[in-house]
């Protein structure tokens, strides 16, 4: 039997519980597993549901749609790999991780290509069998560059475009067109050392902890919502490029668990941070 | 408005979450947080619900008791401070820690005694205005010293018994006196290190990270169900005692952070082990 | 026998360590503990040594500084508890957390007075027999109340001055007063959210991780050399008060294990930033 | 110009740095990196020193050995790649890591060659261009299997043996074969859980934080001198399942800078514990 992620977005009011169980329960449903969060300050309510049993997905939303308030957000995604683009540039550090989870079978998706910048990456890539394009940048505009990112991605369709140390900043117009479908690791503890050379700044504030940061890409460089974030100790004795070392350990384990999070459709987005259920 | 904790501790079945949120939609009450826990592999429903509203605890709970399976424990609590007696030996930061949150209001809880096997402690603790007892536990058996602490404790009727470094171990009669009522904190990172000496052990054997645990006391020594964990790394340049240094931070802040879940009602236990929500 | 620690500031060069140790045998001294570090990039050269025997101050100290590099910095100080001043507004968790480990013994330092800008924290202080004074800084300008906090300080001739959560901003004037003696404990994991609340700041941005970082005062506000930080996991469901509950655990544990590297002569300054022997 | 590492392990005495820092300088050597321990319970002594210039290795230790105490163990290695085999058995992730790591040029080592008793990993390993043997343990003693897998591993003649996830126990025939050459990765947090399914056994234990170990191999099963070690918080909504999706995140990690030390020769052994300088 397939299962179902029911995911709401909606103000918080009496009843609300209610009458969502009241709707699973007439339609003969299983819950599997549920999670809800009301955050008191804006009233706002989340709440992801894991649903199994004969689901007719339209009646369903039709039904929900009706119970619930009119400005609410109700997505009911059948559960399955999600297909993805991952973009990178010349670090294999987090690209690699991803691959050997992969071709494991620990990865929840369809990786359908990897884009890049530069060439360096092809090798590696295509030992597993996956289709890489190298759009280089140079000598050219950078929303001429990024068009053609934009226009290879979309052969894809993907769901998921994961952004593994792809190091080219990206515009607003790439924003809008794949809107909360970017995920991005930044090699910091944000909001600590946003732009260039994270672990350079690191280093000369002479900082005992390092970090790293997934986040949804919004338009301001590194501001996006957070979605999972670690860090690891380090000391005087570190270089800024032991510090890289160090920290790139930690880039690709974030990563990886935010994007796990991701495909399993556990993610809200509110007022520029993130509710994970 | 008085608010009031629901726990319900079951076994799943189709239309709990509807159930429940219908009696309690019904009865015109307020969810102000709800989460729910499912094990698949024993079918155990544990689910904590904050309402506030007009609450009729009779009434409520016997509906409640109605409309689940039989065999289901369900409590139903007003939010107030819990009572609690704190035993302890010689050792001061465990308890000292609990002191100094206690006059900054920051314990949800009554401190109406602490008890103690040796006078050591009598002058810290009486400078909070709190009742000190000193029972030794010299030249007597372990089960009359046992009992004559028992005694003490039921004259103040706690709600919880702290053991803050209480280092004399208890006997089954005390457990079954006070069902799942006894926290302790014990200084390894179970299920390493249990009994005496664990920074001697833990300095032994050369590991590089120690931890403290707080646990639920049952019959067998540190054996109890874990409510919270925490580490903090170590070295080789770590005498024992330097180890001990270390994880006095990490025992005080775990023992502490155990407690609030305890009075915030969050724990539930089932084999040996805890679902915190 | 008395210890000694001998602390090293210079430029590396060769033959460093061969003559520093040289001196040190030629005079029949036993080297307790050695520790050493060179910064590739800028050349220093830090040295921290723990020595017994028959040390005759004077002597060493010229013989030490005939044999190294013209602009070193030689300190010996015989290990000894030092004095310090807590400063404090009307948080207790910091200063309660130090008197708790004072009592002990744990603190290898004399506490010779608490002065706050407030009443409040006056009962818990005199608890422990400590002087308590009170500086109110209501109808006067920054510099007037400060020069009294300054006066009163100087009474007690600290080698430290230890800010537990002293909310006043201190001006260029108090830091010149006591170079690199002022240790401060800021709410926040820095460099993220320097100044006003961050704790508020923290909740706004969305972070999955908080901290507190224990650190010399300087002139800019949260920018001194960083001397220990720590961290602990959050997420959506806290509040910003939930949020400086969990960050107080923090803030305590990391301001007293910068406290005590201070105390143990460990921590060097350059480039505002420090190493730690 | 070559750099060397100098390692001594010996008895503290009286003029030890003077006697090692003199014979250095007398040779014009520089000290690049110098770090001492002395662990004052049994007065041994631990020193790792990073010298560059004209190195002749045969005098220096000839003079070295002169000066030091007769029990001294002294080696001086030039820093170089060493040459290292792969034991794995089925599982991906510690070995892929390492191959990732190892194509990016970060693995200070020579992989020759990966040997497994199972073919699933064949296509991994080829991929990288790396010698691939599956000796299978099928119907056979493990003696005998041991014995296949000496032999194969003495074809290479490496320095280093890095289990990955192997999962064959191994016979005292093996440790002794290898003395201190045998680093491997045990899923859990030493000493709890040692032997086998330790995911499993946390789950049943309940506790909420998992760890992996590296140590050195030693007869007694997992049980070896103890060389990094890391946690990851889980909790009750984690099956078993999850608590090896999570701990492996931290056994590859944990692993990659365990061998990393070894790679440096920042590791000394002594009492079944380890000294990293």
């Given at each position: 039997?397939?299962?179902y992620?029911?995911?709401?977005?909606?103000?918080?009011?009496?009843?609300?519980?209610?009458?969502?169980?009241?709707?699973?329960?007439?339609?003969?449903?299983?819950?599997?597993?549920?999670?809800?969060?009301?955050?008191?300050?804006?009233?706002?309510?989340?709440?992801?549901?894991?649903?199994?049993?004969?689901?007719?997905?339209?009646?369903?939303?039709?039904?929900?749609?009706?119970?619930?308030?009119?400005?609410?957000?109700?997505?009911?995604?059948?559960?399955?790999?999600?297909?993805?683009?991952?973009?990178?540039?010349?670090?294999?550090?987090?690209?690699?991780?991803?691959l050997?989870?992969?071709?494991d079978?620990?990865?929840?998706?369809?990786?359908?290509?990897?884009?890049?910048?530069?060439?360096?990456?092809?090798?590696?890539?295509?030992?597993?069998?996956?289709?890489?394009?190298?759009?280089?940048?140079?000598?050219?505009?950078?929303?001429?560059?990024?068009?053609?990112?934009?226009?290879?991605?979309?052969?894809?369709?993907?769901?998921?475009?994961?952004?593994?140390?792809?190091?080219?900043?990206?515009?607003?117009?790439?924003?809008k067109?794949?809107?909360?479908?970017?995920?991005?690791?930044?090699?910091?503890?944000?909001?600590?050392?946003?732009?260039?050379?994270?672990y350079?700044?690191?280093?000369?504030?002479?900082?005992?902890?390092?970090?790293?940061?997934?986040?949804?890409?919004?338009?301001?460089?590194?501001?996006?919502?957070?979605?999972?974030?670690?860090?690891?100790?380090?000391?005087?004795?570190?270089?800024?490029?032991?510090?890289?070392?160090?920290?790139?350990?930690?880039?690709?384990?974030?990563?990886?668990?935010?994007?796990?999070?991701?495909?399993?459709?556990?993610?809200?987005?509110?007022?520029?941070?993130?509710?994970?259920?």
């Open positions: 039997m397939k299962e992620i029911l995911l709401i977005d909606t103000h918080d009011s009496k009843g609300l519980v209610y009458n969502v169980s009241k709707i699973l329960f007439a339609n003969n449903l299983n819950i599997e597993t549920n999670a809800e969060f009301v955050d008191k300050d804006t009233n706002k309510f989340f709440m992801r549901t894991v649903i199994s049993g004969d689901v007719n997905p339209n009646l369903l939303l039709k039904e929900l749609n009706e119970a619930l308030p009119k400005d609410s957000t109700i997505k009911l995604n059948q559960k399955s790999k999600k297909d993805i683009v991952i973009l990178a540039t010349k670090e294999s550090h987090v690209l690699g991780d991803l050997i989870r992969y071709i079978g620990e990865l929840d998706a369809n990786i359908k290509a990897v884009i890049a910048n530069h060439e360096y990456l092809r090798d590696l890539v295509e030992k597993f069998d996956i289709p890489f394009h190298c759009i280089s940048a140079d000598d050219m505009e950078r929303e001429t560059h990024e068009d053609l990112v934009i226009e290879k991605i979309q052969e894809y369709t993907p769901e998921l475009i994961v952004l593994a140390k792809y190091m080219r900043i990206l515009t607003p117009k790439f924003v067109t794949f809107p909360k479908q970017v995920l991005n690791i930044h090699h910091s503890f944000l909001p600590a050392f946003i732009g260039a050379n994270p350079k700044q690191a280093h000369h504030r002479g900082v005992k902890i390092i970090g790293a940061t997934a986040h949804y890409v919004t338009d301001d460089l590194d501001e996006g919502p957070i979605i999972f974030q670690d860090v690891v100790n380090v000391d005087h004795s570190y270089s800024w490029q032991d510090m890289r070392r160090a920290g790139r350990n930690v880039e690709k384990i974030v990563l990886s668990n935010a994007l796990q999070l991701l495909l399993e459709d556990r993610v809200f987005v509110y007022e520029n941070k993130t509710v994970i259920l």
